[in-house]
């Protein structure tokens, strides 16, 4: 046996156990110390898993998904790596371009994406399910986003939401979070999600389709946008740039244009007049902010 302090005592030939070393005044590994009594059976004493020949099959066969649907944006690919000195700081954009091929990130993106990056599945997944902008289910035509943040939750957000859960759902149960009415890529599909602020706290209630905003939005409102969008319409946004389908704005978050007026399609008026009041306001009125003088001097640091 071992005592406390450290010697050993009882038979040599006995082989002991620890419990583990003492940490902060509590023992790691719990238990105290015992004496085993019996020896450790032999590798060929132990039995042998019999396995299946379908588990055989899972665990040789190579498990690589397909990524021939892919085949279109390689060299897309490579012009966008090409941008950054570190190829790695090109994942943001890459996924944004898979997503634009199959509307959302699956495990082949995430595959393709660590191929053309010479990362492991592993990093690029990580990178992946930290940012909600990449969805890990197949979305709808449209991404319909409802603030439900503070301001805008009181101002009419939640019951917003609320009434597009119920609008868009079938056999009397609610649209989930990230959940979609209709076939997933299929026009007039609205995939319908929750989000947190979206930046426009004057203008609230907000909501967004596919990142473009409609302000000041009722329940009444909201409700006849999407039935717009399932109708194959696109309603012009309260600013910003025209309205167009999920899939096609990730190719312009990837920064890729498909046509020669390039980034300006995604040009648009992007201030309302709220948002502007103030300044508009200190202008009129001569207002100034004082001036930062050249040199401040930093408060002093409490000594530690």
Sequence with gaps: MTSSDGQTGGSASQPEVSAGQTYGGSIVGGGDTFVATEAEPSVADM??????????????????PDLS???????QSQALIAKYPQSRSALLPLLHLVQSVEGYVSQAGIHFCAE??????????????????????????????VCTNTLCAVLGGDAIYKKLQEHLGEDGKPLGHEQTAGE???????TL???????????????????EFYD??????????????????????????ALTDFKSVERQ?????????????????????ETLRGAQLAADRGWTAPAMPDEVALPEVEKK
Aim: some cysteine; glycine content about 8%.
């Design 216 to 241: 000041n939005q009722t329940v009444d409102s909201a409700v006849e946008l999407v039935d717009a969008l399932r109708r194959g319409e696109k309603p012009a946004p309260t600013r910003g740039a």
């Design 47 to 64: 039995s042998t898993e019999v396995v299946s020949d379908e588990k055989l099959e899972r665990l040789t066969v190579d498990t690589t």
């Design 184 to 190: 997933p890529g299929t026009p007039g599909s609205i």
């Design 253 to 273: 978050l990837a920064g890729l244009f498909d046509n020669d007026l390039a980034e300006s399609e995604v040009d648009g008026p992007s201030a309302a007049v």
């Design 193 to 211: 999600e929750h989000a947190e602020c979206l930046a426009a706290c004057d203008l609230g209630p907000v909501l967004q389709v596919n990142y």
């Design 116 to 145: 053309q990056l010479n990362l492991s599945a592993a990093e690029v997944s990580a990178v992946a399910t930290f940012y909600t902008m990449y969805k890990r289910k197949p979305c709808g035509e449209h991404l319909v986003s």
């Design 69 to 75: 649907i892919f085949a279109n944006i390689v060299g």
